[in-house]
Structure formats: C-alpha cells, structure tokens
C-alpha cells in the first residue's frame, strides 16, 4: 500500500461520514404524519391560535436548524480542506430536527381540520429561516 493510498483511505471514509451525517437546512426537513383526528373537537378560534402558537416555534427552530447545518458545512469543508479531525465536530441532525418535522406535520394536520370545518383560515407557507 502506498502512502497516498493510506492518507486518501482515511480521507475518504471522514468525507463519507461527514457527508452521511450533515444537518439538514429546515426547508428540507419534511413533515412527520399527525393525525387532523387531534384537532376535530377545536374550534376555528382554537385552531387559529394553535397554528399560530406553532408557527413561532417553527420559525425558532428553523433559525437552530439551519444555524447547525451552516457549522456542518463549515466543519466539512475544514475536514477536506485543511484538518481532517475537524470531521469530529459535524453534529448532524437531532431531537431539534425531530421536533421541527413533528412540528410541521402538526401545521399540515390543523390545516386539514381547519379545511374540513370550513374555517377559511389562510395558512401561508412562506419560506422558512434561510
């Protein structure tokens, strides 16, 4: 085995990991399934609020999410660029990353009810925290 061939082995495995284990932007996290069932027995008052209450929390942890995804791709680019260890600091995604998927399903399931009973609360689906 040459020494390029036994520097580029470890290389390549640390990219392979950092590549496998980046956090996701928050526009790419996709909803989890919630049932609308939940909220049938809300009110149009009540499912206004509660979408509302959600959306803020969606919006705070986008701003996490995509703050983490940007110190992974920093991380990545140090790993290949100049020091490999800096692989070790890539956290990849987590309970925050759980939550906002959680979270937009919620949204996805109160629009549903709120369709259902004819609320005609406007949901907007603007883009999350780039």
Not at 16 to 21: I, K, S
Not at 59 to 72: C, E, Y
Not at 86 to 108: H, I, P, Q, Y
């Amino acid at each position: 085995m040459s020494i390029s061939t036994k520097i580029t082995a470890p290389v390549l495995m640390a990219v392979l990991v950092t590549a496998a284990g980046c956090a996701t932007k928050a526009k790419n996290v996709d909803a989890s399934y919630v049932s609308p069932v939940h909220y049938q027995s809300f009110s149009c008052r009540q499912l206004s609020a509660e979408a509302e209450r959600i959306s803020y929390r969606v919006q705070d942890l986008s701003g996490v999410q995509n703050k983490k995804a940007a110190n992974d791709a920093v991380a990545t680019g140090v790993a290949l660029v100049v020091f490999w260890p800096a692989v070790f600091f890539v956290k990849g995604d987590n309970a925050a990353t759980a939550e906002l998927s959680r979270l937009k399903g919620e949204m996805d399931a109160i629009e549903q009810a709120s369709i259902s009973k004819n609320c005609g609360i406007v949901f907007q689906r603007p883009d999350v925290a780039q």
